[in-house]
């Protein structure tokens, strides 16, 4: 029986899963593919700019330093906490606890935990160009090989959108629906071997009494158009497909969905898919 991969999607808040232990080896065989570059085009400013996601190639924040809503992974019950900084490199990662922020416009300071559980000063500030400086003390991060890579200073952060959230499709015999976080591997799939792992995103589309699940492995692009892999839960095949943000709508069309081999075998996911926030 295929395993419903969607449901396992829903849990956790902000459709990310924390692993309520501080390191974590993150599974799956397929290489993360980021642009070095990515501006977020067309997402409005909000009047509380420190909430919500923000994100870096090496760093992902989780944050809301107005009502303390974000789940701590570090603690066993996952008490609400400031916000979360996750530090990430290689497959690696490591989530570090914000304990307290005051915020004084577009400009916060307060409290992080760093690696001895000691408390330390960190910073943030929204830019004239909509990004987020963070000043942060050294925060570590331990490897698979037991390398060590520190991080620490000044660091520039986007804001996770518009790829991150959950649409949905329905109507000529399809229910689908899509619940995607490109900025953070953090969503119950499968890896491309086909076994449980973290995801980008995961697209549940049904026909009748027929499922398939398409895990996100891998992403890269630019602004309101990225180009995904994903792997078929339904034929098992590894498959290509560009995804259109349509800010006047917020809609994500789907396009290009080409095999990757031979013996990819049939995909629900198909070209002009839209599915609606």
Same mark, same amino acid.
């Given at each position: &029986?295929?395993? +419903?991969?969607?449901?396992? %999607? ?39 700019? #420190? ?22 992974? @570090? ?8 916000? $979360? ?18 915020? @004084? ?9 760093? @690696?001895? #559980?000691? =408390?330390? *000063?960190?910073? %943030? ?12 003390? %050294?925060?570590?991060?331990? &490897? ?18 518009? #790829? ?25 799939? &499968?890896?491309?071997? &086909? +076994? ?7 697209? +549940?589309?049904?026909?009748?009494? @027929? ?10 692009? $630019? ?6 892999? !994903? ?15 349509? *800010? ?10 080409? *095999?990757?081999?031979?013996? %990819?075998? =049939? ?7 839209? !599915?609606?926030?």
């Amino acid at each position: &029986m295929k395993k +419903n991969y969607f449901l396992f %999607a829903l849990l956790g808040a902000g459709f990310c899963i924390q692993n309520p232990v501080m390191a974590s080896e993150v599974s799956g065989n397929e290489s993360v593919k980021v642009s070095a570059v990515m501006p977020v085009a067309d997402v409005p400013q909000t009047v509380k700019p #420190f909430k919500g996601q923000w994100y870096s190639d090496e760093i992902y924040m989780d944050i809301d330093f107005y009502g303390n809503t974000v789940s701590d992974p @570090n603690s066993m019950d996952g008490d609400p906490c400031p916000g $979360i900084i996750k530090v990430r490199k290689g497959g690696s990662e490591m989530s570090y606890t914000i304990l307290s922020m005051k915020v @004084n416009g577009k400009k916060a300071s307060g409290i992080v935990s760093d @690696n001895d #559980f000691q =408390e330390q *000063p960190m910073s %943030a500030e929204i830019l004239a160009d909509g990004t987020m400086k963070i000043t942060i003390p %050294a925060l570590k991060l331990i &490897m698979g090989e037991g390398d060590i890579k520190v991080f620490k200073g000044e660091k520039i952060l986007r804001k996770a959108a518009p #790829f991150a959230g959950k649409w949905s499709l329905k109507g000529n015999g399809i229910a689908a629906e899509m619940i995607l976080n490109l900025y953070d591997r953090c969503i119950m799939g &499968m890896n491309a071997d &086909m +076994n449980d792992a973290l995801s980008y995103g995961i697209i +549940n589309i049904t026909m009748g009494m @027929n499922v398939d699940d398409c895990s996100i492995l891998s992403w890269e692009g $630019i602004g309101n158009t990225v180009d995904v892999k !994903f792997v078929s839960s339904r034929s098992g095949g590894i498959y290509k497909a560009r995804l259109t943000y349509l *800010p006047s709508t917020k809609k994500i069309k789907v396009s290009q969905v080409t *095999p990757v081999g031979s013996d %990819a075998g =049939e995909c629900y996911l198909t070209d002009g898919m839209e !599915f609606v926030y």
